[in-house]
Protein backbone atom coordinates (compact mmCIF):
# COMPACT_ATOMS: atom_id res chain seq x y z
CA UNK A 1 0.00 0.00 0.00
CA UNK A 2 1.10 3.54 -1.05
CA UNK A 3 2.35 5.95 2.24
CA UNK A 4 -0.40 8.50 2.81
CA UNK A 5 -0.19 11.71 1.61
CA UNK A 6 -1.57 14.76 3.37
CA UNK A 7 0.26 17.49 2.21
CA UNK A 8 1.75 18.37 -0.85
CA UNK A 9 6.10 19.58 -1.16
CA UNK A 10 6.14 23.04 -2.23
CA UNK A 11 7.79 21.93 -6.26
CA UNK A 12 7.29 18.70 -5.78
CA UNK A 13 6.10 17.14 -8.95
CA UNK A 14 2.77 15.40 -9.60
CA UNK A 15 3.13 12.46 -12.05
CA UNK A 16 0.45 10.90 -13.93
CA UNK A 17 -2.15 12.54 -11.85
CA UNK A 18 -3.59 16.09 -11.75
CA UNK A 19 -3.68 18.37 -8.44
CA UNK A 20 -7.51 17.84 -8.32
CA UNK A 21 -6.89 13.89 -8.39
CA UNK A 22 -4.37 14.11 -5.90
CA UNK A 23 -6.18 16.34 -3.55
CA UNK A 24 -9.77 14.36 -3.94
CA UNK A 25 -7.75 11.04 -2.71
CA UNK A 26 -5.82 13.07 -0.15
CA UNK A 27 -9.44 14.50 1.03
CA UNK A 28 -11.78 11.14 0.41
CA UNK A 29 -8.66 9.42 3.01
CA UNK A 30 -8.62 11.98 5.47
CA UNK A 31 -12.75 11.68 5.57
CA UNK A 32 -12.94 7.93 5.30
CA UNK A 33 -9.94 7.35 8.47
CA UNK A 34 -11.68 9.90 10.06
CA UNK A 35 -9.61 12.65 10.41
CA UNK A 36 -11.66 15.07 8.97
CA UNK A 37 -15.26 14.57 11.21
CA UNK A 38 -18.53 14.32 10.29
CA UNK A 39 -20.01 17.90 10.11
CA UNK A 40 -16.27 19.47 10.32
CA UNK A 41 -16.64 22.15 7.37
CA UNK A 42 -14.33 22.31 4.98
CA UNK A 43 -13.24 25.84 3.94
CA UNK A 44 -11.49 26.18 0.43
CA UNK A 45 -9.05 28.44 1.62
CA UNK A 46 -7.70 26.62 4.17
CA UNK A 47 -7.77 23.29 2.67
CA UNK A 48 -5.58 25.14 -0.55
CA UNK A 49 -2.88 26.33 1.79
CA UNK A 50 -2.44 23.11 3.56
CA UNK A 51 -2.12 21.00 0.65
CA UNK A 52 0.09 23.84 -1.10
CA UNK A 53 -2.57 24.51 -4.22
CA UNK A 54 -4.49 27.12 -5.75
CA UNK A 55 -8.24 27.33 -4.75
CA UNK A 56 -9.38 25.29 -7.95
CA UNK A 57 -8.68 22.28 -7.71
CA UNK A 58 -9.72 22.02 -4.07
CA UNK A 59 -13.43 23.19 -5.07
CA UNK A 60 -13.07 20.76 -8.45
CA UNK A 61 -12.26 17.65 -5.43
CA UNK A 62 -14.90 18.88 -3.23
CA UNK A 63 -17.48 18.90 -6.36
CA UNK A 64 -16.12 15.08 -7.28
CA UNK A 65 -16.35 14.17 -3.05
CA UNK A 66 -20.31 15.55 -3.09
CA UNK A 67 -20.78 13.60 -5.86
CA UNK A 68 -19.59 10.41 -4.22
CA UNK A 69 -21.42 11.32 -1.07
CA UNK A 70 -18.59 12.15 1.33
CA UNK A 71 -18.95 15.97 1.31
CA UNK A 72 -22.17 18.19 1.28
CA UNK A 73 -22.76 22.04 0.46
CA UNK A 74 -25.04 23.55 2.24
CA UNK A 75 -26.03 27.61 1.53
CA UNK A 76 -24.26 29.76 3.94
CA UNK A 77 -22.31 27.10 5.17
CA UNK A 78 -20.09 25.66 2.66
CA UNK A 79 -18.95 22.27 2.28
CA UNK A 80 -18.85 19.60 5.08
CA UNK A 81 -18.13 16.16 5.59
CA UNK A 82 -21.65 14.01 5.90
CA UNK A 83 -22.56 12.92 8.79
CA UNK A 84 -23.22 9.58 9.78
CA UNK A 85 -26.65 8.29 9.59
CA UNK A 86 -28.56 5.37 9.70
CA UNK A 87 -30.87 6.24 7.38
CA UNK A 88 -28.19 6.75 5.18
CA UNK A 89 -26.27 3.65 6.35
CA UNK A 90 -29.58 1.14 6.02
CA UNK A 91 -29.86 2.38 2.21
CA UNK A 92 -26.40 1.69 1.26
CA UNK A 93 -26.40 -2.14 2.93
CA UNK A 94 -29.63 -2.81 1.84
CA UNK A 95 -28.62 -1.32 -2.00
CA UNK A 96 -25.07 -3.80 -1.30
CA UNK A 97 -27.41 -6.79 -0.65
CA UNK A 98 -29.73 -6.40 -3.21
CA UNK A 99 -27.13 -6.22 -6.18
CA UNK A 100 -23.79 -7.82 -4.65
CA UNK A 101 -24.77 -11.34 -4.27
CA UNK A 102 -26.87 -11.56 -7.81
CA UNK A 103 -23.75 -10.34 -9.03
CA UNK A 104 -21.48 -12.81 -7.49
CA UNK A 105 -23.67 -16.00 -8.61
CA UNK A 106 -23.40 -14.51 -12.12
CA UNK A 107 -19.64 -13.98 -11.96
CA UNK A 108 -18.72 -17.37 -10.34
CA UNK A 109 -19.47 -19.47 -13.76
CA UNK A 110 -17.06 -17.06 -15.58
CA UNK A 111 -14.42 -17.09 -12.65
CA UNK A 112 -10.97 -18.14 -14.65
CA UNK A 113 -8.07 -19.31 -12.75
CA UNK A 114 -6.74 -15.90 -12.92
CA UNK A 115 -9.41 -14.29 -11.37
CA UNK A 116 -9.30 -16.70 -7.97
CA UNK A 117 -5.55 -16.41 -7.80
CA UNK A 118 -6.22 -12.74 -7.59
CA UNK A 119 -9.05 -13.03 -5.12
CA UNK A 120 -6.42 -15.60 -3.50
CA UNK A 121 -3.54 -12.95 -3.53
CA UNK A 122 -5.66 -10.19 -2.09
CA UNK A 123 -7.29 -12.07 0.27
CA UNK A 124 -3.61 -13.25 1.81
CA UNK A 125 -2.95 -9.71 2.10
CA UNK A 126 -6.15 -8.95 3.59
CA UNK A 127 -5.34 -11.11 6.33
CA UNK A 128 -1.36 -10.14 6.64
CA UNK A 129 -2.48 -6.48 7.12
CA UNK A 130 -3.46 -6.78 10.92
CA UNK A 131 -0.12 -8.67 11.69
CA UNK A 132 2.26 -6.41 9.76
CA UNK A 133 0.65 -2.74 9.68
CA UNK A 134 0.26 -0.45 12.16
CA UNK A 135 -2.57 1.23 10.11
CA UNK A 136 -4.07 -1.81 10.04
CA UNK A 137 -7.91 -0.35 9.14
CA UNK A 138 -7.43 1.66 6.32
CA UNK A 139 -5.46 -0.91 4.35
CA UNK A 140 -7.96 -3.38 5.71
CA UNK A 141 -10.84 -1.45 4.06
CA UNK A 142 -9.13 -0.77 0.75
CA UNK A 143 -8.21 -4.32 0.13
CA UNK A 144 -11.84 -5.51 1.32
CA UNK A 145 -12.99 -3.56 -1.52
CA UNK A 146 -10.41 -4.47 -4.07
CA UNK A 147 -11.04 -8.73 -2.63
CA UNK A 148 -15.21 -8.29 -2.93
CA UNK A 149 -14.59 -6.68 -6.47
CA UNK A 150 -12.39 -9.57 -8.09
CA UNK A 151 -15.17 -11.95 -7.28
CA UNK A 152 -17.27 -10.28 -9.35
CA UNK A 153 -14.73 -9.75 -12.19
CA UNK A 154 -16.31 -12.74 -14.01
CA UNK A 155 -19.90 -11.04 -14.47
CA UNK A 156 -19.13 -8.63 -17.24
CA UNK A 157 -21.54 -5.85 -15.77
CA UNK A 158 -19.19 -3.15 -15.64
CA UNK A 159 -21.95 -0.71 -14.96
CA UNK A 160 -23.48 -2.49 -11.99
CA UNK A 161 -20.06 -2.54 -11.05
CA UNK A 162 -19.40 1.31 -10.66
CA UNK A 163 -22.43 1.16 -8.75
CA UNK A 164 -21.32 -1.70 -6.39
CA UNK A 165 -17.84 0.63 -6.57
CA UNK A 166 -20.00 4.13 -5.71
CA UNK A 167 -21.64 2.46 -2.83
CA UNK A 168 -18.46 0.64 -1.24
CA UNK A 169 -17.28 4.04 -1.32
CA UNK A 170 -19.87 5.40 0.77
CA UNK A 171 -19.89 2.87 3.14
CA UNK A 172 -16.36 2.66 3.77
CA UNK A 173 -16.53 4.94 6.70
CA UNK A 174 -19.19 2.42 8.50
CA UNK A 175 -17.20 -0.64 7.62
CA UNK A 176 -14.08 1.06 9.27
CA UNK A 177 -15.95 1.96 12.32
CA UNK A 178 -16.77 -1.35 12.90
CA UNK A 179 -13.56 -2.69 12.23
CA UNK A 180 -12.27 -0.10 14.97
CA UNK A 181 -14.76 -0.52 17.22
CA UNK A 182 -16.95 -3.70 17.16
CA UNK A 183 -14.07 -6.59 16.72
CA UNK A 184 -15.64 -7.20 12.80
CA UNK A 185 -12.44 -8.11 11.95
CA UNK A 186 -11.41 -12.05 12.34
CA UNK A 187 -15.14 -12.94 11.62
CA UNK A 188 -14.88 -11.15 8.53
CA UNK A 189 -11.74 -12.91 7.69
CA UNK A 190 -13.70 -16.38 7.98
CA UNK A 191 -16.46 -15.35 5.96
CA UNK A 192 -13.98 -14.24 3.20
CA UNK A 193 -12.07 -17.55 3.03
CA UNK A 194 -15.62 -19.53 3.01
CA UNK A 195 -16.48 -17.29 0.45
CA UNK A 196 -13.54 -17.37 -1.69
CA UNK A 197 -13.74 -21.47 -1.21
CA UNK A 198 -17.29 -21.55 -2.83
CA UNK A 199 -16.59 -19.26 -5.73
CA UNK A 200 -13.67 -21.79 -5.93
CA UNK A 201 -16.28 -24.94 -5.83
CA UNK A 202 -18.55 -23.24 -8.20
CA UNK A 203 -21.38 -22.89 -5.76
CA UNK A 204 -23.35 -19.62 -6.52
CA UNK A 205 -26.03 -20.34 -4.85
CA UNK A 206 -24.29 -20.82 -1.51
CA UNK A 207 -21.88 -17.80 -1.89
CA UNK A 208 -24.48 -14.94 -2.92
CA UNK A 209 -25.99 -16.58 0.57
CA UNK A 210 -23.30 -16.07 2.46
CA UNK A 211 -22.60 -13.10 0.40
CA UNK A 212 -25.83 -11.31 1.65
CA UNK A 213 -25.27 -12.28 5.03
CA UNK A 214 -22.29 -10.99 5.17
CA UNK A 215 -23.02 -7.47 4.00
CA UNK A 216 -26.41 -7.70 6.50
CA UNK A 217 -24.33 -8.67 9.36
CA UNK A 218 -21.94 -5.58 8.80
CA UNK A 219 -24.96 -3.49 8.61
CA UNK A 220 -26.29 -4.21 11.68
CA UNK A 221 -22.66 -4.23 13.63
CA UNK A 222 -22.28 -0.71 12.14
CA UNK A 223 -25.95 0.49 12.83
CA UNK A 224 -25.78 -0.44 16.80
CA UNK A 225 -21.96 1.31 16.88
CA UNK A 226 -24.41 4.95 14.71
CA UNK A 227 -26.71 4.56 17.37
CA UNK A 228 -24.41 4.45 20.08
CA UNK A 229 -21.18 6.89 19.51
CA UNK A 230 -22.99 9.40 17.07
CA UNK A 231 -25.96 11.41 16.95
CA UNK A 232 -28.17 10.84 14.09
CA UNK A 233 -31.19 13.84 13.68
CA UNK A 234 -32.39 11.84 10.17
CA UNK A 235 -34.48 9.21 11.97
CA UNK A 236 -35.46 8.79 15.82
CA UNK A 237 -34.01 5.86 18.17
Known amino acids: MQ???????????????????VVVEVLRERILSGDIRAGEPLRQSNLAEELNVSRIPVREALLQLEAEGLVRFEAHK?????????????????LRALIEPGLLARSIPQLTATHLQQAEALLTQLEA?????????????????QFHLSLYAGAQRPHTLEV???????ADRYIRLQLLLAGGIPKAEEEHRQLLELCRSGQAEPAAALL??????????????????????????
Open 3 to 21: QKIYKMRQGSPIVHKTRTQ
Open 78 to 94: GATATELSITQLEELFE
Open 164 to 170: VKGLNTN
Open 129 to 145: TLEQEEDAVNSYSELNS
Open 212 to 237: KKHIQTAAAGARRLVAKHFADSSKPE
